[in-house]
């Protein structure tokens, strides 16, 4: 039985995977900034702002002194606005940068020192395709989840000696929240433009994070896979 630690696991495809490790006979310990309707004897769901370093910490020191170690740890949770950079309120890019990096990072430092007794410790962060595809309307979205995927590579390098692996996902359009304010033709515009030309499900999401935490594959990390053919 693995230990999984989710953030943004109260909606979405957070929501989806906390359910989906669940059923697999994981033991889930959830992350968001609101209480989760999800329950089940081996979830374990914490109210934390990922912005917030302190609520971070506090998080870890409670998993460390009640499980000791985790196995992997899914960076999940995810801010955006689309708007162009000229009319961007600087409140707005500042959110976006610290929820989507610094959040990421806040949780991978903490995570690694709880990392090193797993056999096979993994760690899986959140991109977009909005990154090669140099959408408009999405620069500070974009140039975060750049920001995360470079982060990504380097982490690997520096955690793969301690066993630990670190790989990002870029998800294509799904219809969950993150998107609900951008343009329906904006989006069906992007999906027609992909190589495989459907909407992403979070099950397409699933099978490459379940890929990334196999045991089998602790000689990947520092990858980044797109959805749809993005490139």
């Known amino acids: 039985m693995r230990r999984v630690v989710i953030t943004g696991a109260t909606r979405g495809i957070g929501l989806a995977m906390a359910q989906h490790y669940l059923d697999a006979g994981d033991e889930v ?32 020191d409670e998993l460390r002194s009640r499980l000791g170690s985790i196995d992997a740890l899914i960076n999940n949770a995810g801010v955006a606005s689309m708007n162009s950079l000229a009319l961007m309120p600087l409140e707005t890019a500042q959110r976006i940068m610290d929820t989507n990096l610094i959040g990421t990072f806040s949780f991978t430092r903490a995570a690694v020192r709880l990392m090193r007794a797993s056999g096979n410790a993994r760690i899986v962060n959140f991109t977009t395709v909005a990154v090669p595809m140099r959408l408009e309307g999405e620069a500070i979205y974009a140039a975060s989840k750049s ?44 999906v027609q433009s992909q190589a495989v030309r459907r909407w992403a499900s979070c099950e397409d999401v699933i099978n490459v994070v379940d890929f990334f935490l196999r045991p089998e594959s602790s000689m990947v990390t520092g990858q980044v896979i797109y959805l749809g053919g993005a490139s």
């Open 29 to 60: 310990i959830g992350c968001g900034r609101t209480p989760s309707a999800l329950s089940h004897p081996r979830y374990v769901h914490r109210c934390v702002d990922v912005t917030e370093a302190n609520e971070v910490d506090q998080l870890f």
């Open 147 to 190: 920001a995360v995927e470079t982060f990504t590579r380097v982490a690997a390098r520096e955690l793969g000696p301690f066993g630990i692996t670190c790989n990002a996902i870029g998800p294509s359009p799904i219809r969950t929240s993150l998107i609900s304010g951008v343009p329906e033709a904006k989006l069906e515009a992007l």
